[in-house]
């Protein structure tokens, strides 16, 4: 049945409703060459192929092996119930069916946890019974790959009987093994047939098809025992994707064929060096020699090489390996040494492996010594992981003297990337353990440089190592170091720095180094011991610092400091007589240790004699900062006055007061306690503040309260919140209130449309965004949460947006950004809870009471009156609504008749209904004046790192963030900013930005 699976759930949810919304979830791969190295790009799976090499190169060791496949290994093993719902799919046969879901009780493949719960409870199989079948206990655990056990023993009756334990083991478990296959047929003795392997599961284009068969991706015949390669070739159009497809077709996965596939890898780097698109032909002289390389791929598949390794339980065997580097690369390869009955040693090669070199160009004795990293760290995997049981001795052979000379040497004595990497060697490899081999001997050469796949069939060096290798260690061939090339080897070498001469004619920058006053005297104490050392060898002073030696490297310090910026005083002091200003001013002299100290006035007192006499220190240096950091750190971060007071018992700083106070100001810590913002300039009014247009038409929309009302006059009602909306007209700053039962988003609209049913449809609509009230008191918090919300605000711009309105924000937590109706709700707020106090109104009472307090704001005067009582009566925004104010008594109208025919007082009511020309030029200048945030702060760029002040937090909880991006207005002055922070970017105002000082 063809089963189609459209999904499956990632969630451990219950989906039982055919209408309930599910999450489609893709899990694709892809490979790209992009972003990766070249070695990276060759690699198919490099820790897949690490795993099965592990495995195969264990099934070498045994005489006598077989193998075989658990049948439906993940269908046999269950999911526990309460993770089954992590495996639910959705199915059907066609659009018309109804969906219909399922659960899969077992391991699924494709699940990325699948092999793991596969191969875990074969692990737990055998912790329970391997006690009972131990040979079979070692076998789940160390020779099976997934569903595939490669295994075996040194004779048939071990075996047979290992056979028999695995078998009855896995069936404890409830599996059973199929496609048995070995290199001995005794051994299938009661297999039926059917559980065998069957001919027609291999790989045509194998040799001998009708008895081989593969051993995780590796050609076995068991009749003949002996692995061999299958190559598939490519028929496309030669371009890199071809070329690369090809190469990864060639499945090695212990390096046997290295100097074939190293030929390859250096052809796909050329072709990457030329920066060809993937699909690109390539020109005629390079596709006839990948073309000359490719046809001789298929006589890969006439290579045998035997699988099992003789005398392997014999104790006097070696690894044997070795390294070589050319331009192009550097490889390894390691070959197992075991003797034999008639005295020799029969060598196996074991594995080997290659890397190209990198683009950027490399000396050759560096190449040299990652063919040896690469060679240490080859040897130790076979070693510990491979053929961990076995006791084997390391001789690693490097035909590089340079290389060896860095190997035995100590690393500390080279630079950092000869130092790391002959650490990491002497950790895997004894230094010992290394020899010199001349070239010709050295059959990684031939890794390094690569062969074409006809020239690897017979060439012994590489499958069987140097003829001297199956030889007696006696009687192998010494090879010498050779001596001349002692300057390469010291080119590595770190620079032997002069400490004394150099540190004293640097000392400056010597100083600038530190940032601690502490850290610098240890520092020049210990230099100092050195020296003194280095000078009375039989006396040399050790342990821990004293502090004599403290006091001493102190001295030594301001010494220095004090000779090259006060060398004139120290030329007048050294004189008979002195008329030099600050030697006469301080009374200067010079003390014991060649200091200046200043004289003053205080000789004849019982004070100690440093703090009569401090040591004279200039007001612009780096130990001077030091010194005011160290004794601002040691009062816990007192003031200016206590500091400088600190220092003054032992330091004269001049201008001293003016000193401390700056560098204090340099105090991260100090500073968050208590940050300083940014003040900007009151910015340029907008144009909807300054042009003529009828009341309303641009809004400011703001909340106030919440205020308790109750349903009736009753005792005991049951008292509800309720808000007052506070609608203010930019530029008549004519106030409307709307009362709003429920904090919710349709009450708001309902208010809205209320204000829209009265004044008109507005242009342009102001507001908050809310997050002026998170964390503040509960119910502002609950305010703060609507405001803020993407969906509250997605609802007003679609309500505004129907009938032409444009609803805009300000930007987050700057509530002076609407300081209009902020000013509105304040005024509202004062009324309100004057008149209303702690009583509960009713919805229409509190309603009436808003109503009046609307009129009251609306008859409020724009400017200030003149005291002059000819004058005219103070425009005020009632004006613009009914042309008076709200609590003036009506006029009659005289908008019609003559200005000739109007009497004096009637003349003075026609100048008052002209309130638009009045507005002009009585009200309009008085905006024009800045009565605070007159002087601009310094100018914030990206990348300053800023304090976000939290008005709802402890200034040391503050976040610290990083400008990303600022937004200057038309006036060229920056008011908002983006800040980055470790937990995203947001958007602030600068006057809640407080700026790092600069160390």
């Known amino acids: 049945m063809n089963l189609i699976i459209f999904l499956i759930i990632l969630f451990t949810v219950q989906i039982d409703d055919p209408a309930t919304k599910i999450r489609v979830v893709f899990n694709a791969s892809c490979a790209s060459a992009n972003g990766k190295s070249l070695n990276d790009l060759l690699l198919t799976g490099p820790k897949l192929q690490a795993d099965i090499s592990t495995l195969l190169l264990r099934f070498r060791l045994h005489q006598f092996v077989f193998t075989a496949d658990i049948r439906q290994m993940y269908r046999h093993i269950l999911i526990r119930p309460e993770q089954r719902d992590y495996q639910r799919i959705v199915w ?33 199989l055998a912790s329970d019974d391997g006690l009972r079948f131990p040979m079979a206990g070692q076998v789940l655990l160390n020779e099976i790959y997934v569903d595939d056990i490669l295994t075996g023993c040194s004779s048939e009756s071990e075996a047979l009987e290992l056979r028999k334990q695995v078998q009855d083991l896995l069936m404890a478990g409830g599996f059973e093994l199929r496609k048995w296959a070995t290199n001995h047929l005794p051994l299938l003795d009661g297999i039926p047939s059917d559980h065998r392997r069957e001919s027609s599961s291999i790989d045509p284009l194998l040799l001998d098809r009708e008895a081989s ?45 290295t100097p074939v596939t190293f030929y390859a890898k250096i052809f796909f780097r050329q072709l990457c060096l030329l920066h060809l698109e993937w699909d690109q032909p390539l020109s005629n002289e390079i596709q006839n020699r990948w073309l000359q390389f490719q046809s001789q791929l298929p006589t890969l598949t006439e290579l045998h090489i035997p699988r099992f390794i003789p005398a392997i339980s014999s104790s006097a065997h070696r690894f044997i390996g070795f390294c070589d580097a050319s331009e192009s690369g550097y490889a390894a390869v390691v070959y197992l040494s075991t003797p034999t009955s008639s005295g020799r040693f029969h060598v196996s090669l074991l594995a080997a492996k ?55 040497g100590e690393s500390h004595r080279w630079k950092t990337f000869v130092c790391n990497r002959v650490a990491e060697i002497q950790d895997l490899i004894p230094s010992n353990c290394w020899r010199h081999v001349i070239s010709e001997d050295n059959p990684a050469d031939c890794a390094s440089r690569g062969l074409m796949p006809s020239d690897i069939h017979h060439h012994p060096l ?62 020049t104490a210990f230099c100092r011991r050195f020296m003194v050392n280095a000078r009375r060898p039989s006396f040399p002073r050790s342990g821990f610092l004293s502090s004599i030696e403290l006091q001493e490297a102190e001295i030594c310090l301001i010494r220095l400091v004090q000779s090259l910026h006060f060398a004139e005083e120290l030329a007048e002091l050294k004189k008979p007589s002195s008329r030099h200003r600050l030697v006469m001013k301080l009374h200067l002299f010079l003390d014991n240790h060649e200091l200046i100290r200043d004289g003053g006035r205080l000789s004849a007192s019982l004070l100690p004699y440093k703090h009569k006499h401090p040591v004279l220190l200039p007001k612009n240096h780096h130990l001077t900062h030091l010194i005011i950091d160290d004794a601002h750190y040691r009062l816990l971060h007192a003031g200016a006055l206590a500091t400088h007071s600190f220092i003054r018992r032992r330091f004269w700083i001049l201008d001293g007061r003016n000193v401390v106070r700056n560098r204090l100001r340099k105090c991260n810590r100090c500073f968050s306690c208590k940050p300083r ?18 009341a309303f038409l641009t809004t400011g929309v703001d ?68 997050t002026n009230f998170v964390g503040a008191h509960n119910y502002l918090r609950d305010l703060g949460r609507l405001l803020a919300a993407p969906q509250h605000q997605q609802s007003l711009c679609d309500a505004a947006s129907s009938s032409g309105t444009d609803w805009r924000f300000i930007p987050p937590s700057s509530p002076h950004f609407g300081g209009l109706w902020e000013a509105a709700v304040k005024s509202a707020k004062h009324h309100l809870t004057r008149v209303i106090g702690e009583q509960k109104l009713t919805y229409e009472e509190f ?29 005020t925004p009632g004006h613009f609504l009914v042309f008076r104010s709200l609590t003036a008594p009506p006029d009659n109208d005289v908008s019609s008749v ?102």
């Open 92 to 124: 059907r046969f066609s659009k018309r069916e109804p969906l219909q879901y399922y659960r899969l009780n077992t391991v699924t493949y494709g699940v990325s946890s699948a092999p793991y719960l596969a191969l875990r409870t074969l692990h737990q």
């Open 703 to 770: 909340y106030a309260g919440p205020f308790y009302v109750t349903s009736a006059r009753l005792r005991g009602a049951v008292s509800t919140k309720a808000y007052l909306v506070v609608f203010i007209c930019f530029t008549t700053k004519a106030v409307h209130l709307e009362l709003a039962s429920e904090l919710s988003t349709s009450a708001f609209i309902a208010a809205y449309r209320r204000f829209v049913a009265r004044r008109g449809h507005p242009s342009v609509i102001f507001s908050d965004n809310g």
């Open 354 to 408: 290659s890397k190209i070199s990198p683009c950027k160009a490399m000396s050759l004795p560096r190449l040299e010594l990652c063919g040896a990293h690469l060679l240490a760290k080859l040897m130790h995997h076979l070693s510990t992981r491979v053929l961990q049981n076995l006791s084997a001795d390391y001789i690693a052979f490097c035909d590089s003297s340079v290389a060896l000379s860095w190997i035995r």
């Open 677 to 694: 913002p940014l003040i900007q300039p009151m910015g340029n009014l907008p144009p909807e503040r300054l042009s003529s247009a009828m």
């Open 898 to 999: 003559s200005v000739n025919r109007l009497s004096r007082w009637q003349l003075v009511q026609r100048f008052q209904q002209d309130f638009w020309k009045r507005w002009r030029t009585e009200y309009l200048h008085t905006l024009q004046q800045r009565h605070k945030w007159l002087h601009p702060s310094t100018s914030i760029l990206p990348g300053t790192v800023v304090v976000i002040r939290d008005d709802n937090l402890p200034p040391l909880k503050w976040s610290i963030g990083r400008i990303s991006s600022v937004f200057p207005g038309t006036d060229s002055t920056t008011r908002v900013a983006d800040v980055a922070t470790a937990s995203g970017t947001i958007r602030r105002p600068v006057v809640k930005l407080c700026p790092l000082p600069t160390q």
């Open 847 to 875: 309603l009436t009471v808003c109503t009046q307090v609307e009129a009251i704001l609306n008859s409020r005067p724009l400017y200030l009156p003149s005291s002059d009582p000819s004058d005219f009566e103070a425009l």
């Open 462 to 523: 590489w499958w069987r190592g140097p003829p001297w290798l199956s030889l007696d260690p006696s009687s192998w061939p010494l090879s010498s170091v050779d001596s001349s090339q002692t300057e390469q080897v010291d080119d590595e070498a770190k620079p032997i720095s002069s400490l004394m001469l150099a540190a004293i004619s640097n000392e400056p920058t010597f100083i600038e180094r530190f940032s601690s006053y502490l850290r610098l005297k240890r520092v």
């Open 213 to 257: 068969l593969k051993v995780l991706g590796l050609g076995w015949n068991p009749a003949s025992d002996h692995f061999f390669h299958s190559v598939r070739l490519n028929s496309a159009t030669v371009t890199k994707r071809n070329v690369l497809s090809q190469m990864a077709r060639i499945f090695d996965p212990l390096g046997w064929l």
